[in-house]
């Protein structure tokens, strides 16, 4: 049997074409890439994730820390959402999901999606959901970690991707920095 890959992810990580797939979607990157390896792919993802959640995942998953005596390499694939324009503050975004009654959680949360484009454009992509400097902080942190419990473990990271998202009004001005 080939390698196994932990894969720590975003939405990016097992959103497809038509949607959201269960994490063994054999279409999804992580395990096209495992299969070519000839191994399979452990995907930890969550829609909006960033590197910090990466890191609270890595460090408060008790399935993660069982999955880490087994995997034969880790890849950090998060950073994507944490280049992305947030001008309402990111607990607002996580948070509108436990607003209830449900009629007013569904008026805010159509307030919140029709503001977003326009604040985005409005204030040139500023702030992001994470600074660059925070994101390489928690993925410095998460690497420090592993190191730390499986010095051997090979770690790969990727770099954002690229958006052009109408929920962000086409903005992408912070992925510049986070890339380098």
Same mark, same amino acid.
Request: hydrophobic share 45%.
């Given at each position: 049997? *080939?390698p +196994? &890959? /932990? =894969?720590?992810? %975003?939405s !990016?990580?097992?959103?497809g074409?038509?949607g959201?797939?269960a994490? %063994?979607?054999?279409? !999804? ?6 299969a070519?390896?000839?191994g399979?792919a452990?995907? =930890?993802?969550?829609i *909006?994730?960033?590197?910090? %959640?990466?890191?609270w995942s890595l460090? *408060?998953?008790?399935? $993660?820390?069982?999955?880490l005596h087994? =995997?034969?390499?880790?890849? &950090?694939a998060? *950073?994507?959402?944490d280049?992305l324009p947030?001008? &309402? ?14 009629? =007013? ?13 326009r /604040? ?9 959901? !994470? ?8 993925? %410095?942190t998460?690497? @420090?970690?592993? +190191?730390?419990l499986?010095?051997? !473990? ?7 991707? $690229?958006h052009?998202?109408a929920?962000?009004? @086409? ?10």
């Amino acid at each position: 049997m *080939g390698p +196994r &890959l /932990l =894969v720590f992810g %975003d939405s !990016l990580s097992f959103h497809g074409p038509e949607g959201p797939c269960a994490a %063994d979607e054999p279409r !999804l990157w992580p395990n096209v890439a495992a299969a070519a390896l000839g191994g399979t792919a452990d995907l =930890v993802a969550g829609i *909006g994730w960033t590197a910090r %959640d990466a890191w609270w995942s890595l460090t *408060g998953d008790p399935r $993660v820390w069982a999955d880490l005596h087994h =995997v034969d390499a880790v890849v &950090l694939a998060v *950073g994507s959402m944490d280049t992305l324009p947030s001008p &309402l503050p990111t607990y607002l975004r996580t948070g509108l999901k436990y607003l209830r009654p449900d009629p =007013v959680r569904r008026v805010v949360r159509k307030a919140y999606l029709a503001a977003q484009p326009r /604040l985005s454009v409005a204030f040139r992509g500023r702030p992001a959901v !994470l600074p660059a400097k925070l994101t390489v902080q928690y993925l %410095d942190t998460a690497v @420090g970690a592993l +190191r730390v419990l499986r010095p051997e !473990l090979p770690i790969f990271g990727m770099l954002p991707s $690229v958006h052009r998202a109408a929920a962000y009004g @086409g903005v992408h001005t912070a992925r510049p920095a986070a890339a380098a």
